[in-house]
Nanobody, 124 residues
Framework: QEQLVESGGGLVQAGGSLRLSCAAS????????MGWFRQAPGKEREFVAA????????YYADSLKGRFTISRDNARNTVYLQMNSLKPEDTAVYYC?????????????????WGQGTQVTVSS
């Protein structure tokens, strides 16, 4: 069973950058595909990015391509989300999630394990 813990959130000015980390405690992290989602107040959970177990396949929300980069380090049991050129509309709680079979990368209902989330606030 995977336990996921996000970190790296915080308050940043518009145009700034943040790097989120998601550390997994299970011994089978490298077998899982990983995703990042976000949820702003009053809005539904939104897909951000996903990465296959090997890192060979990567998916992004169309609106975020070019600003966000997902990566993983299986030796460290960690997945990352590098966020650049942040905008106030990026303000949300960011969650990482794990799934064993990556059939629909953007479908949050398919993911089996979730972290507790980390708050990202972008000021204008």
């Amino acid at each position: 069973q995977e336990q996921l813990v996000e970190s790296g959130g915080g308050l940043v000015q518009a145009g700034g950058s943040l790097r989120l980390s998601c550390a997994a405690s299970g011994r089978t992290f490298s077998s899982y595909h990983m995703g990042w989602f976000r949820q702003a107040p009053g809005k539904e959970r939104e897909f951000v990015a996903a990465i296959s177990w090997s890192g060979g396949s990567i998916y992004y929300a169309d609106s975020l391509k070019g600003r966000f980069t997902i990566s993983r380090d299986n030796a460290r049991n960690t997945v990352y989300l590098q966020m650049n050129s942040l905008k106030p509309e990026d303000t949300a709680v960011y969650y990482c999630a794990a799934v064993f079979r990556l059939l629909r990368p953007s479908e949050y209902g398919d993911y089996e394990y979730w972290g507790q989330g980390t708050q990202v606030t972008v000021s204008s």
